[in-house]
């Protein structure tokens, strides 16, 4: 199985416009519109999609994050994060629009997220980033793309998933959890897709 974006390539940067945030004094709000993604060659027997994207760079202690005078050092242990959680997508569905499914940043989160028919989807983990932003705190569901620290010293990469499952829906709600979706899929993927696009904040170290 196949997965491309016409917006970047495996490997490369992810445009701003795809992400939470980009370059300012130092950080601003980008526009937050989710890339374009096509896949193919789901092998027989497929009978729905689910995808996913995560940041795998994220660091595992907040103590230095978006501090001034402050650095993450890259030799720091590194979580999951996140960003988007589809499940049930149709196994007739073989592409989302950039912009389809995200255009904006929604305070507090989107609570019905745009996605294809029949299509479920889970919560990102800007909902416990923002725990407790009396501007920003809430259920943060579908898209919202990347936004490292902007002190970080180690490039973050993010990955985009398309699983093909034998299981025409996995029995999920709106707001599930990463755990939730990989529990809920185990001993059903017949394939995997990665894509892999990479975003950094810090000047001093591109993307």
């Known amino acids: 199985m196949q997965l491309r974006s016409d917006n970047f390539q495996h490997g490369k940067p992810i445009p701003p416009e795809f992400a939470f945030g ?7 709000l980008s526009d937050n519109r989710n890339p374009h993604l096509a896949w193919k060659g789901a092998p027989a027997g497929t009978r729905s999609f689910v995808l996913a994207c995560i940041d795998t760079d994220v660091p595992s ?6 501090k001034e005078g402050r650095t993450v050092p890259a030799d720091l242990p590194r979580v999951e994060f996140a960003h988007w959680l589809m499940a049930n997508i149709p196994a007739e569905c073989g592409e989302l629009a ?6 904006d940043i929604t305070p507090r989160g989107k609570q019905q997220p745009f996605g294809p028919p029949g299509s479920v989807q889970g919560v990102n983990d800007y909902t416990g980033w923002f725990a407790g932003d009396p501007a920003m705190g809430g259920t943060y569901l579908g898209y919202d793309g990347p936004c490292p620290p902007w002190n970080d010293s180690i490039v973050h990469h993010y990955h ?19 755990s939730d979706l990989r529990a809920a899929m185990a001993g059903h993927v017949l394939a995997e897709a990665v894509l892999t696009g990479t975003y950094s904040l810090n000047p001093k170290v591109p993307a």
């Open 98 to 103: 950039d912009g389809s499914c995200s255009d």
């Open 160 to 178: 985009f998933h398309v699983y093909a499952l034998d299981a025409e829906r996995l029995a999920l709600k709106p707001g599930f959890t990463l």
């Open 22 to 28: 980009k370059a300012g004094q130092p950080m601003a």
């Open 61 to 66: 202690k907040p103590d230095d994050v978006n």
